[in-house]
């Protein structure tokens, strides 16, 4: 049972990170004592447990009955399949990668490899004092359904973005114990979590970012607002997967995603459309209602973003000076860009669409869009397709 995904390769980290580090790392991964808190069972040593204080069952909710609304875990999965192995190179030395650990089915390995490339920057450089340059290498895989094959790329950010760590909050990792051990192997069901304050200290805030391509083989659908409720939402472990731009053919096409967290700029804006959830009881009669959020206030084109364009259009095909660069840089960091005509948003954006992932187990991926007319399917104007409603 369960969606099973073979990965190939590794992303190689320069500078090499010394073996304690790795160590350290993988004690978080361990696959029996390192289950995160996603149904409110949690171990102690895990990222949940030791990273965000989060183990056990809120007061008043059984087991079985846990949502992600809830809050009881800030993990993409129960389990992270990520970690950092050392070899040895006759000519280089020692190398540092990160791998698989080939346990089978490793859910929202997507997401977690973002979670896992943000965690291991932070901790080489608040407790080693390593500044990491460069992930470096391709990982691919492929799923259940043959049809789904991608590849996975860590790139640098252009401006760096907030993520959900707060390493004043968590600093420096305990060491993990016999005892500690022999405890996770009772799951803590009866556990009493005690919802944390807020994090202690700045956030952390990422400088590389997970690329994902996929080739289409199966066409895009809008998810519904039923299953966006009942999966507690488009992020998985705070972090969301952001279509680059929309694509123009059924079939045959590559899609580029990025992951950012939610909270970031490139994601979110406080006046975005919110998304009509579902009630508790999830009726049926809402079980087709697309997962499409609109709003009624149309966004005027701010000056910065339009001194922005015109300086973007200026440098297009010329060697652009360093200074003009900068400042293009430093106008646009906080702007979004529509999924499809690529137009710059610093307000909210107009619209919203929860994309189905169209192969097997995966979560579902956002798209941002400055005005309906942007807004379509490969086989139609989803807004004149589906039912739209303002929120």
């Given at each position: 049972m369960g969606y099973c995904t073979g990965l190939k390769g590794s992303i190689k980290i320069k500078p090499p990170l010394p073996q304690k580090l790795a160590d350290m790392v993988n004690s978080l991964v361990h696959p029996y004592t390192g289950r995160n808190n996603n149904d409110g069972d949690g171990d102690p040593y895990s990222f949940d447990g030791v990273i965000h204080h989060l183990t056990g069952l809120p007061k008043g909710i059984k087991h079985g009955e846990v949502s992600a609304k809830d809050g009881v875990s800030k993990a993409p999965s129960f389990y992270c399949q990520w970690i950092l192995v050392n070899k040895k190179n006759e000519e280089t030395g020692v190398e540092t990668f990160i791998k698989w650990d080939k346990i089978d089915k490793f859910y929202e390995f997507m997401y977690w490899m973002q979670y896992f490339v943000d965690f291991v920057t932070l901790y080489a450089k608040h407790e080693f004092g390593i500044v990491i340059q460069q992930f470096d290498g391709i990982i691919k895989w492929t799923g259940d359904n043959l049809e789904e094959h991608g590849r996975i790329q860590i790139k640098n950010r252009k401006t760096a973005e907030v993520t959900g760590f707060y390493p004043d909050d968590f600093l420096p990792l305990p060491p993990p114990s016999e005892q500690e051990a022999q405890n996770s192997a009772k799951r803590c069901y009866k556990t009493h979590l005690e919802m944390p304050t807020h994090p202690k200290g700045a956030v952390f805030m990422s400088v590389f970012g997970v690329e994902v391509t996929v080739k289409l083989k199966a066409s895009l659908k809008i998810g519904t607002l039923y299953n966006v409720e009942r999966d507690g939402g488009v992020s998985r472990g705070g972090y969301v997967l952001l279509l680059k731009e929309s694509p123009n053919k059924a079939l045959n096409e590559k899609l580029t995603?990025?992951?950012?967290?939610?909270?970031?700029?490139?994601?979110?804006?406080?006046?975005?459309?919110?998304?009509?959830?579902?009630?508790?009881?999830?009726?049926?009669?809402?079980?087709?209602?697309?997962?499409?959020?609109?709003?009624?206030?149309?966004?005027?084109?701010?000056?910065?973003?339009?001194?922005?364009?015109?300086?973007?259009?200026?440098?297009?095909?010329?060697?652009?000076?360093?200074?003009?660069?900068?400042?293009?840089?430093?106008?646009?960091?906080?702007?979004?860009?529509?999924?499809?005509?690529?137009?710059?948003?610093?307000?909210?954006?107009?619209?919203?669409?929860?994309?189905?992932?169209?192969?097997?187990?995966?979560?579902?991926?956002?798209?941002?869009?400055?005005?309906?007319?942007?807004?379509?399917?490969?086989?139609?104007?989803?807004?004149?397709?589906?039912?739209?409603?303002?929120?």
């Amino acid at each position: 049972m369960g969606y099973c995904t073979g990965l190939k390769g590794s992303i190689k980290i320069k500078p090499p990170l010394p073996q304690k580090l790795a160590d350290m790392v993988n004690s978080l991964v361990h696959p029996y004592t390192g289950r995160n808190n996603n149904d409110g069972d949690g171990d102690p040593y895990s990222f949940d447990g030791v990273i965000h204080h989060l183990t056990g069952l809120p007061k008043g909710i059984k087991h079985g009955e846990v949502s992600a609304k809830d809050g009881v875990s800030k993990a993409p999965s129960f389990y992270c399949q990520w970690i950092l192995v050392n070899k040895k190179n006759e000519e280089t030395g020692v190398e540092t990668f990160i791998k698989w650990d080939k346990i089978d089915k490793f859910y929202e390995f997507m997401y977690w490899m973002q979670y896992f490339v943000d965690f291991v920057t932070l901790y080489a450089k608040h407790e080693f004092g390593i500044v990491i340059q460069q992930f470096d290498g391709i990982i691919k895989w492929t799923g259940d359904n043959l049809e789904e094959h991608g590849r996975i790329q860590i790139k640098n950010r252009k401006t760096a973005e907030v993520t959900g760590f707060y390493p004043d909050d968590f600093l420096p990792l305990p060491p993990p114990s016999e005892q500690e051990a022999q405890n996770s192997a009772k799951r803590c069901y009866k556990t009493h979590l005690e919802m944390p304050t807020h994090p202690k200290g700045a956030v952390f805030m990422s400088v590389f970012g997970v690329e994902v391509t996929v080739k289409l083989k199966a066409s895009l659908k809008i998810g519904t607002l039923y299953n966006v409720e009942r999966d507690g939402g488009v992020s998985r472990g705070g972090y969301v997967l952001l279509l680059k731009e929309s694509p123009n053919k059924a079939l045959n096409e590559k899609l580029t995603f990025y992951i950012h967290h939610e909270r970031s700029d490139v994601v979110h804006h406080p006046d975005d459309p919110v998304f009509k959830c579902m009630t508790d009881d999830y009726n049926r009669r809402h079980r087709d209602e697309k997962a499409v959020a609109i709003t009624k206030n149309v966004e005027i084109k701010s000056l910065k973003c339009l001194a922005a364009d015109a300086m973007e259009k200026l440098g297009a095909g010329k060697e652009v000076g360093v200074e003009l660069k900068a400042y293009v840089d430093e106008l646009t960091a906080a702007c979004r860009r529509c999924t499809d005509c690529g137009r710059r948003l610093e307000g909210p954006a107009y619209l919203l669409a929860v994309w189905r992932w169209p192969y097997g187990y995966s979560s579902s991926f956002l798209g941002i869009y400055c005005s309906g007319g942007c807004f379509k399917e490969p086989y139609g104007d989803a807004v004149k397709k589906h039912k739209v409603s303002d929120s």
